[in-house]
T-cell receptor, first 115, second 112 residues
């Protein structure tokens, strides 16, 4: 079974609108971390936001927030007030604390912001 | 600058050749991870080292090997290169616990 599933290969959003990128995960570890990374066309991987499995509140970092629904095993990324510079690939990832140190990545979502 | 240094940034080589990719982790991070990102396979975990020892192995081919040195820098060796090995190779480092990865800027390998 896939550890991380991103079902949206491509998304479009109008500039200044909000957009949600979906991510579901699969783990039996009680302790895990969920991460989102941005990969612009230049190729580098940029860390955006982190949510721990025991965190009570949804993580926020500036215009990024993580909609964490533990029972549903989903960790959707919400980008508010989209900007042209947000056009990039976005990867959801998970790290299980007790079963290994490896990160599992989803296949990514390509976001295009339309002016 | 993320603090993780990868060299070289670009590499073009011929089939059958051998190359070495180098990574210096962020200061204080003991773990180094190598990933391969190709167009058709996404981000594939290759191997992890922790403080000089191999900790986890992913989909790493036998033609590929890696090591982490006492100063914690790591090298990924790719030999008998094939066209299909063309990809972006990332190194990442992390501290312990639930902290995230910090990625290097990657090495873009093109095999011709």
């Amino acid at each position: 079974a896939q550890k991380i599933t991103q079902t949206q290969p491509g998304m479009f959003v109008q500039e200044k609108e909000a957009v949600t990128l979906d991510c579901t995960y699969d783990t039996s570890d009680p302790s895990y971390g969920l991460f989102w990374y941005k990969q612009p066309s230049s190729g580098e991987m940029i860390f955006l936001i982190y949510q721990g499995s025991y965190d009570q509140q949804n993580a926020t970092e500036g215009r990024y927030s993580l909609n964490f629904q533990k029972a549903r095993k989903s960790a959707n990324l919400v980008i508010s007030a989209s900007q042209l510079g947000d056009s990039a690939m976005y990867f959801c990832a998970m790290r299980e604390a007790y079963t290994g140190n490896q990160f599992y990545f989803g296949t990514g979502t390509s976001l295009t912001v339309i002016p | 600058d993320s603090g993780v240094t990868q060299t070289p940034k670009h590499l073009i080589t011929a089939t059958g050749q051998r190359v070495t990719l180098r990574c210096s982790p962020r200061s204080g991070d003991l773990s180094v991870y190598w990933y391969q990102q190709s167009l058709d396979q996404g981000l594939q975990f290759l191997i992890q080292y922790y403080n000089g020892e191999e900790r986890a192995k992913g989909n790493i081919l036998e033609r590929f090997s890696a090591q982490q040195f006492p100063d914690l820098h790591s090298e990924l060796n790719l030999s008998s290169l094939e066209l299909g090995d063309s990809a972006l190779y990332f190194c990442a480092s992390s501290a312990t616990g639930n902290s995230g990865y910090t990625f290097g800027s990657g090495t873009r390998l093109t095999v011709v």
